[in-house]
């Protein structure tokens, strides 16, 4: 895999990055407006309430199979038949809330679960058909005034690595740690097993500082090239992402299909994403601390960021309006757009979409990116790319008038190709298209039910049945009093499968091409794709730099 450094200025963003696309951006963005309009359709859809939930459910997730349903509630989570919704196991803990939880498939019949509790714990579980076991603690210490607090926790597919923030008092990290999980599956054989079996330890392999950016190892041709993050207060909080493999691989490379190779991250108030190779030993016994590699720096600091299914792109939101989608094969830039918003970027996603295509030979340079844009006034922009595509970015919805209306939160629906989930503030939800820029249908929720949390929905998308699962609050009957019944919790799904308005755009295969052609591409080949993309695009670069400078002369001249 090649990766390319760019010349990055921290002040005044580099020619290249100043003017781009902004004219087309402008004339796309109006057309965009009329047709959203023109093309918008009154469906409405209906969820089904399913089943009470535990008190105080949290979050949700399913097994990347489908086949499970975790809760996490007061007093632990529980497992759930993601069919049947009949319970399966349970873990329990006086005085707990558990207010984060993943879930991935180990084996045939065995799970990963990785779990936050209201005291910031993280704590790793695996689930089999004989019950709930409790493999690892991360952060329990006796002395709270130096217990380190867990801000997010993420597990790789597999389950084999976990991502966790770490926080304590004003200093915060991020750790990454490898998780024996063949030998928990051979300790949960020993017939001898009991509560207090001692299992495989967890290893944690490396530790990030924030600092540790500026002591990056890079060679020395480049390292006058990167940017240093001058990080006028201490970051809150870092965002990371598991890549899976991205081009040939070599044969020293074991890893499973499916499972991620490197994680990328980058901390609130930096200008450089970095990159870091996953590996199941630390270096250093005591504190691995092996400084991260620059993988990317940029022009301004990077204020959200997304990753596409297949990890083969990577797009990060400016603070200076830009958006950058960078294509990891070829280590270049697919597209470089500003954005005319009155507002920051709130959050990014990816949508799945490919048109049929005859010549699948052409994946490597043809097909469509699109993703999805959130802005903070609750304006909704997409931006439409790839190779040999003309970049554009279109608003899809503008800034509402009223308040309640205003869009808080945006996910893609992997198994509906081009759509994208919208939920309002007021709880009001629907799937918009964001390629023909239509509302596909409107999300309606059963009576005497509101939406619980509409800016941070707690939902979870079973991707291989295609449902969506999401909790709702019951609203007190009239004339009944909410004392009698101090469970509201309500968990409905939907059934995508079952309704017409859904049907042409439910994806029967999840690979996408661009996933079915990476894994055999070699090093030359990536290195001859790049060349080619920038032949390619060398009169639209000259066109930006000769209106920088035009630009540029106005400015001194008056």
């Not at 450094?5 to 009329?34: D, H, Q």
């Not at 607090?149 to 004003?170: D, P, Q, T, W």
């Not at 909080?237 to 991620?260: I, M, Q």
């Not at 608003?395 to 309002?424: M, W």
Request: with cysteine.
């Amino acid at each position: 895999m090649l990766h390319f450094c760019l010349i990055c200025f921290k002040r005044t963003p580099p020619i290249w990055l100043s003017m781009y696309n902004r004219k087309v951006s402008t004339e796309s963005e109006m057309t965009a407006t009329g047709n959203a309009r023109k093309f918008i359709k009154k469906t409405a859809t209906y969820l089904t309430s399913a089943s009470q939930l535990p008190e105080n459910t949290n979050c949700l997730a399913c097994s990347d199979d489908g086949t499970y349903l975790s809760l996490g509630h007061s007093g632990g989570f529980s497992v759930w038949s993601a069919s049947s919704l009949s319970r399966e196991a349970e873990w329990l803990q006086d005085k707990l809330e558990i207010t984060s939880i993943q879930m991935t498939r180990t084996s045939q019949t065995a799970y990963l679960l990785g779990t936050i509790d209201d005291m910031g714990v993280a704590r790793v579980f695996v689930y089999n058909l004989e019950g709930i076991y409790s493999f690892s603690v991360i952060n329990m210490l006796d002395d709270i005034s130096k217990r380190s607090v867990c801000l997010y926790f993420e597990l790789s597919k597999g389950g084999e690595h976990g991502a966790i923030i770490m926080r304590c008092n004003s200093d915060i990290w991020l750790e990454i740690y490898y998780f024996p999980v063949q030998d928990w599956l051979r300790e949960l054989k020993d017939p001898k097993i009991s509560a207090n079996m001692k299992w495989s330890s967890a290893v944690r392999v490396n530790r990030v500082n924030p600092s540790t950016a500026n002591t990056t190892e890079v060679p020395t041709i480049l390292s006058h090239f990167l940017v240093l993050d001058e990080i006028s207060e201490p970051p809150r909080h870092c965002t990371p992402h598991f890549l899976l493999r991205c081009g040939h691989s070599c044969e020293k490379d074991k890893a499973k299909p499916g499972s991620p190779l490197s994680v990328c991250f980058w901390w609130n108030g930096s200008y450089n994403l970095l990159y870091l190779t996953l590996s199941k030993t630390a270096k250093a016994k005591q504190d691995p601390e092996r400084p991260p590699l620059v993988l990317w720096p940029n022009a301004a600091e990077i204020i959200c960021s997304a990753v596409s299914r297949c990890t083969r792109f990577i797009a990060l939101g400016l603070s200076n309006d830009l958006l950058c989608v960078w294509d990891r094969l070829s280590g270049s830039p697919l597209s470089i757009s500003g954005v005319s918003t009155d507002s920051a970027f709130l959050r990014l996603h990816f949508v799945d979409y490919w048109p049929p295509c005859a010549d699948n030979t052409q994946a490597l340079i043809a097909g469509e990116i699109h993703l999805v844009t959130l802005c903070e006034s609750g304006a909704i922009h997409v931006l439409s790319t790839g190779r040999e595509i003309a970049t554009s970015t279109v608003e899809l919805s503008p800034r509402p008038k009223d308040g309640a209306e205003q869009p808080t939160f945006t996910a893609s629906v992997p198994f509906l190709q081009g759509l994208s989930l919208v939920v309002c503030r007021n709880g009001k939800m629907f799937l918009q298209d964001v390629v023909n820029r239509a509302t596909v249908c409107v999300l309606s929720l059963p009576s005497h039910h509101q939406l619980a949390t509409p800016c941070n929905p707690i939902y979870s998308l079973n991707v291989k049945q295609r449902v969506l699962f999401i909790r709702a609050d019951q609203e007190p009957i009239p004339g009944t009093s909410s004392l009698d019944d101090p469970s509201q919790n309500r968990l409905l799904l939907l059934r995508f499968d079952e309704h017409d308005a859904m049907k042409p755009y439910v994806i029967s295969h999840l690979e996408s091409p661009w996933q079915q052609k990476t894994s055999v591409v070699t090093g030359e080949d990536a290195c001859n794709l790049y060349l080619q993309h920038r032949a390619l695009s060398m009169d639209e670069r000259h066109k930006a730099i000769t209106q920088t400078w035009k630009r540029l002369r106005c400015a001194i001249t008056t």
